[in-house]
Nanobody, 115 residues
Framework: QVQLVESGGGVVQPGGSLRLSCSAS????????MGWFRQPPGQQRELVAL???????NYGASVRGRFTISRDDARSTVYLQMNNLRSDDTAVYYC?????????WGQGTQVTVSS
């Protein structure tokens, strides 16, 4: 059973920063693209950021320039650094691993941006 273990969510004021972490098994991490999706209240899940094994990155339009995805191969961990957070970034954030027909999800971590 594939497990993606997330951490780092919480409550932050507008303009603040948070860093999310997601750890996976070495087998999954070394062969799958890793990324983050989010689901705001009452809305559909959307792409936040994705990084391939080779280091290619892709970001959702609303977070480009504010969020940064990175990988630590030694720790089999992917990070999402979120800066200049806004109220519309409030959502449950999900770690995601994908390769071909495989799609794996973490349990989700809540990020709330509020003054």
């Amino acid at each position: 059973q594939v497990q993606l273990v997330e951490s780092g969510g919480g409550v932050v004021q507008p303009g603040g920063s948070l860093r999310l972490s997601c750890s996976a098994s070495r087998d999954i991490f070394s062969s799958h693209s890793m990324g983050w999706f989010r689901q705001p209240p009452g809305q559909q899940r959307e792409l936040v950021a994705l990084m391939t094994v080779g280091g290619f990155t892709n970001y959702g339009a609303s977070v480009r320039g504010r969020f940064t995805i990175s990988r630590d191969d030694a720790r089999s961990t992917v990070y999402l650094q979120m800066n200049n957070l806004r109220s519309d970034d409030t959502a449950v954030y999900y770690c995601h691993a994908t390769r071909l027909a495989n799609n794996y999800w973490g349990q989700g971590t809540q990020v709330t941006v509020s003054s």
